[in-house]
T-cell receptor, first 116, second 115 residues
Framework: SAVISQKPSRDICQRGTSLTIQCQVD?????MFWYRQQPGQSLTLIAT?????????ESGFVIDKFPISRPNLTFSTLTVSNMSPEDSSIYLC?????????????FGPGTRLTVL | AQKVTQAQTEISVVEKEDVTLDCVYE???????LFWYKQPPSGELVFLIR??????QNEISGRYSWNFQKSTSSFNFTITASQVVDSAVYFC????????????FGKGTRLSVIA
């Protein structure tokens, strides 16, 4: 299994500012995923982060707005840049352990962001 | 392309009633995984079950049971004798292939259990 922690757990920010969310895993994982959950909505994948390479972004998400770092196999950050109220969401970090028939998905507790 | 449909947006039941949450999925892969998660008001995602596409056996865990039918591309979730603590948003999700792939989530079903 994998235990994931995220910092901060919640924050209230002013529009136009940026926030960096940290994701720490207690074991080495190849791939990490960042999801966004807007209020009352489902989870949407923002990007996939491999260690040592550029993150891969889903349609509708761009690196300038959501830059991601993945410096090692246990850590990643997601920055929400130039924030607007529409960025108010829960941001979740996730990891996948997959070998053979096993595909386990673990989620962090989420970062609840409110932009004023 | 992958898609998960949870047609029930909100369900309200009285405590001790049984309730079934529907999930229909679409995928071109022959190997895939299906998941159910619970999201209580606190916001964290609670893992409930994972099922791979080769295992069509139904599963029961306490008051929870799951019915996986590949013929209808459905993976339904039943709560027996519902309790107020079951009130939450429930998500069905799909992961194609195996290993290191993200999930595609349905829109979720909000379940309210009334005492």
């Amino acid at each position: 299994s994998a235990v994931i922690s995220q910092k901060p757990s919640r924050d209230i920010c002013q529009r136009g500012t940026s926030l960096t969310i940290q994701c720490q895993v207690d074991s080495q994982v190849t791939m990490m995923f960042w999801y966004r959950q807007q209020p009352g909505q489902s989870l949407t994948l923002i990007a996939t982060a491999n260690q040592g390479s550029e993150a891969t972004y889903e349609s509708g998400f761009v690196i300038d707005k959501f830059p991601i770092s993945r410096p090692n196999l246990t850590f990643s950050t997601l920055t929400v840049s130039n924030m607007s109220p529409e960025d108010s969401s829960i941001y979740l970090c996730s990891v996948s352990h997959g070998t053979g028939f096993i595909n386990e998905q673990f989620f962090g507790p989420g970062t609840r962001l409110t932009v004023l | 392309a992958q898609k998960v449909t949870q047609a029930q947006t909100e369900i309200s039941v009285v405590e001790k009633e049984d309730v079934t949450l529907d999930c229909v999925y679409e995928t071109r892969d022959t190997t895939y995984y299906l998941f159910w998660y619970k999201q209580p008001p606190s916001g964290e995602l609670v893992f409930l079950i994972r099922r791979n596409s080769f295992d069509e056996q139904n599963e029961i865990s306490g008051r929870y049971s799951w019915n996986f039918q590949k013929s209808t591309s459905s993976f339904n979730f039943t709560i027996t004798a519902s309790q107020v603590v079951d009130s939450a948003v429930y998500f069905c999700a799909l992961s194609e292939s195996w290993g290191n792939t993200p999930l595609v989530f349905g829109k979720g079903t909000r379940l309210s259990v009334i005492a």
